[in-house]
C-alpha cells in the first residue's frame, strides 16, 4: 500500500479554547473509525500559540497525529524579538512547513531567507516541508519533503487538476531530487483520493478542510480507502 502524508495547516486560525474542541471532536471521530492509518503519517500544523496545549492533548488522547509548526525563524537564539527559534521548537514539533506561498507574498520571504530558515531547522532536527509554486522554483537540497502549492488554487476553491498535478510533481521530483513531494490547494475530502491515487503524488496539504475536525477524518479516511 502507497505510504502517504496528510499535514493539516491551521494557518492564522484557532485559539486555545477551540482547538482544544477541535481534539476533542477529533478524537471522538478517530475512537468511532478505530483510527490507527498504518503506514500514514498525518500531521497538524499549527499556530505556534496552540502548540503546547496540542502536543499535550495529542500525547493524552494518544492520536495519531505528528505536530508541526507553521514557519520558524532564519536565526538561532538571540536578540531576534518576536522570532521563534529552530532549537525553541524542537520540543514542541516534528516537522515545519517553510516557503508557504502566503509568507513569500505576505512576508517577501525570499530564497535566501528560505534557506537560511531550512539550514536552522534541519539543524535543529526538525522535518521540512518546502512549499513551492510550480516545478522551476528552487529546493533546498535537504528539505525531506516538498509541496507543490499553485498560488491560484490557495483557498479559492479551485484546485489543480490531478493529471497536471501528478505532471508538475514528477517534475519537481527530477529536478529536486526529494523523493516525497504532495499536493496542496483547495483540497476537500470530494477530491483528495484523485490526487493521492496519482503515481507521483504522495500526499496533501490541506488548509481550510483541516480546521474542522470531522471533515480532517473524513479526508483522511478518503484518501486511505478511496
Known sequence: MKLLLIAGNWKSNKTISESEDWIQKFNAKCQMLNA?????????CAPFTLLNILKESIEAEKLPLGLGAQDVSPFGDGAYTGEISA??????????????SERRKYFMENDEVLA???????????KVIYCVPDDKMSVPRSVDVV????????????????ENANSVISSIKKQSGIHIVIYGGSVTAENVFSFVSQDAIDGVLPGGASLDPVMFARLITAAISG
Do not use: C, F
Request: charged share 25%.
Open 36 to 44: 490507527k492509518w498504518e503506514n500514514k503519517t498525518v500531521v497538524l
Open 87 to 100: 532549537r525553541m521548537l524542537k520540543g514542541l514539533a516534528d516537522w515545519v512547513i517553510i516557503g508557504h
Open 116 to 126: 537560511q530558515k531550512v539550514a536552522k531547522a534541519k539543524e535543529a532536527g526538525l
Open 147 to 162: 509541496a507543490y502549492e499553485p498560488v491560484w488554487a490557495i483557498g479559492t476553491g479551485k484546485s489543480d487538476s490531478p
